[in-house]
């Protein structure tokens, strides 16, 4: 039991690339969220889904697309790398509506020059 | 809007002391309330939660926390911490209506031997 994972553990962007960063949960959660870290500001939610093939807005999801294609994975992509972007992306997931315990992928540091 | 406010940057405690990390939230309707817990290049562990019930909520590690309804607070205690608690350590709360989690800026605890 993996739990929840992330891929790629770190990568450099030039500004203007694209780039999808996958997160694999294998506890049949169907909850999924994306957030990012940066000094001073805590974790930000970017975007979630409550379940299979749903996607919802979080506080910053500009300059950010997710899907939810499959249960297990929940994908952000990056169209357009800024340097703004740079940060450490944490997925999490949670079994469902009544359960209120995330639990976080390891995270993916994210450097765009 | 619900938000939580974790007013230390860093707190500093010996060895063996109690220790306390602050959190204040403003939510309407009844609060939920979180810790999480990040070792250094780690995702976030739930430490506890309130919902409902007990003003004092135990969690893992040894941890537990106070929830003041009168003062909004919800502070993260131990009565003896130990050099190994050193971590980040976030407050949560969940935006009501919605399963969107918001998240405090984080307090750096150092236990000092």
């Known amino acids: 039991n993996a739990g929840v994972t992330q891929t790629p553990k770190f990568r450099v962007l030039k500004t203007g690339q694209s780039m999808t960063l996958l997160c694999a949960q294998d506890m049949n959660h169907e909850y999924m969220y994306w957030y990012r870290q940066d000094p001073g500001m805590g974790l930000r939610l970017i975007h979630y889904?409550?379940?299979?093939?749903?996607?919802a807005k979080g506080e910053v999801p500009d300059g950010y697309n997710v899907s939810r294609l499959k249960k297990q994975n929940f994908l952000l992509g990056l169209e357009s790398a800024a340097p703004s972007q740079t940060s450490v992306y944490f997925c999490?997931?949670?079994?469902?509506?009544?359960?209120?315990?995330?639990?976080f992928g390891p995270g993916t540091r994210l450097l765009v020059l | 809007a619900q938000s939580v406010a974790q007013p230390e940057d860093q707190v500093n405690v010996a060895e063996g002391n109690p220790l306390t990390v602050k959190c204040t939230y403003s939510v309407s309707g009844n609060p939920y309330l979180f810790w999480y817990v990040q070792y250094p290049n780690r995702g976030l562990q739930f430490l506890l939660k309130y919902i409902t019930g007990d003003n004092l909520v135990k969690g893992s590690y040894g941890f537990e926390a106070e929830f003041n309804k009168s003062q909004t607070s919800f502070h993260l205690k131990k009565p003896s911490a130990l050099v190994s608690d050193s971590a980040l350590y976030f407050c949560?709360?969940?935006?009501?209506?919605?399963?969107?989690?918001?998240f405090g800026t984080g307090t750096r605890l150092k236990v000092l031997a």
């Open positions: 889904s409550v379940g299979e093939g749903t996607t």
């Open positions: 999490a997931s949670k079994r469902g509506t009544r359960q209120e315990t995330q639990y």
């Open positions: 949560a709360v969940r935006d009501s209506g919605t399963y969107k989690y918001i």
